[in-house]
């Protein structure tokens, strides 16, 4: 059985979000675990927060949207790695 992680990153822009993932899945990978899949999900802006502000502000300020990334243990910690 795989030991699996899943951490989610939000942030305003895909771009950002993949900034802290990328540096997330270093100190993973160093730990002996591999990225299986990930996902974006853009931010919706709703009409229940346009109706609040009553103004075409709501859409011009992006919601936060998420990176959500799961990882599993390839390798034990402090297990030497495959030579090639």
């Known amino acids: 059985m795989h030991q699996l992680i899943v951490r989610t990153y939000k942030a305003k822009s895909q771009a950002s979000a993949a900034k802290a993932f990328s540096q997330d899945a270093k100190t993973l990978a ?3 675990y591999i ?3 990930q996902s ?3 931010g919706k802006t709703g009409w229940p927060r346009f ?3 009553l103004s075409l502000s709501a859409w011009m ?3 936060t949207g998420s990176v959500t990334v799961t990882y599993r243990l390839e390798l034990a ?3 030497p ?3 090639s």
Do not use: R, Y
Request: proline share 19%.
């Open 35 to 37: 990225v299986v899949l």
């Open 51 to 53: 109706l609040l502000t």
């Open 30 to 32: 160093n730990q002996g």
């Open 61 to 63: 300020f992006k919601p």
């Open 40 to 42: 974006w999900k853009p």
């Open 77 to 79: 910690p402090n297990a």
């Open 81 to 83: 790695k495959p030579q």
